[in-house]
């Protein structure tokens, strides 16, 4: 079982940066595979950005690359998602989600376990 919880999201400027973490708890964070998804008001789950279990290899939308790093620490039980440049299209709650099993990389949200409860990100224009 793990427990994540989002910090970090506020009302930034376009062209500003804000920086998330989800905080792990429980056994093995480690073992786990992590994203970041984000959902803007009525539209559909989308996948933002994902990094494997050591932190080797990520995985970021074509829509964010450039703009946004995902990065972990597992001494820490951490993962964060740096954003720049941020757009108001950016605005949207992000929610981290932890798995094993499945293809982190996929950005398909069944491959995930476990999800926080999000943060609200919202970019002003």
């Known amino acids: 079982q793990v427990q994540l919880v989002e910090s970090g999201g506020g009302l930034v400027q376009a062209g500003g940066s804000l920086r998330l973490s989800c905080a792990a708890s429980?056994?093995?964070?480690?073992?786990?595979?992590m994203g970041w998804f984000r959902q803007a008001p009525g539209k559909e789950r989308e996948f933002v950005a994902a990094?494997?279990?050591?932190?080797?290899?990520?995985s970021i939308a074509d829509s964010m690359k450039g703009r946004f790093t995902i990065s972990r620490d597992n001494a820490k039980k951490t993962v964060y998602l740096q954003m720049n440049s941020l757009k108001s299209e950016d605005t949207a709650v992000y929610c981290c989600?932890?798995?094993?099993?499945?293809?982190?990389?996929?950005?398909?949200?069944?491959?995930?376990?476990?999800w926080g409860q999000g943060t609200q990100v919202t970019v002003s224009s």
């Open positions: 990094i494997s279990w050591n932190g080797g290899s990520t």
């Open positions: 989600a932890a798995g094993r099993g499945g293809s982190y990389s996929s950005g398909y949200s069944s491959e995930y376990n476990y």
């Open positions: 429980g056994r093995a964070f480690s073992l786990y595979y």
